[in-house]
C-alpha cells in the first residue's frame, strides 16, 4: 500500500467517525450535557482513540461538543434562546443563498423542484411527517447547492447542525406541517418563477414563523 493509499485509508475512518459522532448527537442517542468518553466511542465505532480524538475535536469547532478541564469532552447542550438565535443567523443567509439559487435556475434545476414540490405535497396530504422532514431537508440543501455560494453554505451548515435538535423536536409538533408545508411551496414556487426578491422575502417569512413557533414551545 503506497503513502497516499494510507492517508486516504486514514482520511476516510476519521470522517466516518465524525460523521458517526455528529448523528448521534443530532439524532439524541448522545444527550445534552453527557459525557464523550474516549474509549467507549472507539469499541462503539472501531476506531482508535487517536481517530476519535480528532473526531471530537472537529465536533467541537462545530459547537456540537465542548471540552471542560480535567473533566473531557461532553455534547454541548443549545439553550432554545442560543437556538433561536442560529434560526435568525440562518435567516439572513439563507435569504442570501435563495436569491442566488433563483438567478441560477437551468432546465435541470427547475425539473428537479417540481418533482420535490409534488413530492412535498404528496407527504403533506399523506400526513408523512418523516418524509416531509426529509424532503424539506433536501430543499434547503438543493437551494445552497444551486446558490453556489460556498461560504454561505460553509457557515449555514455548522450552524444548522448546532440548532438541529430544536428544529427536530419542532418539526414533529402536531399542526406544525400544516404551517410550515405552504411556506416551503411558496419558496419552491417563487425559484421556479426566478424571482429573487420573492424567494429572498418568503425564505426570510419562512425562518421568522419558525422563531415564533420556538417561542411557543
Known amino acids: 500500500m503506497t503513502t497516499s493509499d494510507t492517508a486516504q485509508k486514514r482520511l476516510g475512518t476519521l470522517d466516518d467517525a465524525i460523521t458517526a459522532i455528529r448523528s448521534s448527537i443530532l439524532e439524541g442517542e448522545f444527550a445534552p450535557h453527557q459525557r464523550l468518553v474516549e474509549v467507549d466511542l472507539c469499541e462503539q465505532f472501531g476506531v482508535s482513540r487517536a481517530v476519535v480524538r480528532n473526531a471530537l475535536l472537529k465536533l467541537t469547532s462545530e459547537g456540537l461538543v465542548e471540552h471542560l478541564p480535567n473533566r473531557g469532552a461532553r455534547v454541548r447542550a443549545i439553550s432554545l434562546d442560543e437556538a433561536i438565535e442560529i434560526v435568525e443567523a440562518r435567516a439572513a443567509l439563507e435569504a442570501l443563498c435563495a436569491r442566488k439559487a433563483a438567478e441560477r435556475m437551468t432546465p435541470e434545476a427547475r425539473e428537479y423542484l417540481t418533482e420535490l414540490r409534488a413530492a ?9 411527517l418523516a418524509e ?3 424532503l424539506h431537508q433536501r430543499l434547503d440543501h438543493y437551494i445552497r447547492d444551486l446558490s453556489a455560494h460556498h461560504t454561505s453554505t460553509q457557515i449555514l451548515e455548522r450552524l444548522q ?17 400544516a404551517r410550515s408545508g405552504p411556506e416551503h411551496l411558496e419558496i419552491i414556487d417563487a425559484l421556479l418563477a426566478e424571482d429573487a426578491d420573492a424567494v429572498e422575502e418568503a425564505t426570510i417569512s419562512h425562518l421568522k414563523g419558525v422563531i415564533t413557533a420556538m417561542r411557543e414551545s
Open 120 to 128: 412535498i405535497v404528496d407527504a403533506l396530504e399523506s400526513g408523512d
Open 161 to 177: 447542525a448546532q440548532g438541529a435538535r430544536h428544529q427536530f423536536r419542532l418539526s414533529f409538533r402536531p399542526g406544525r406541517a
Open 132 to 134: 416531509y422532514s426529509m
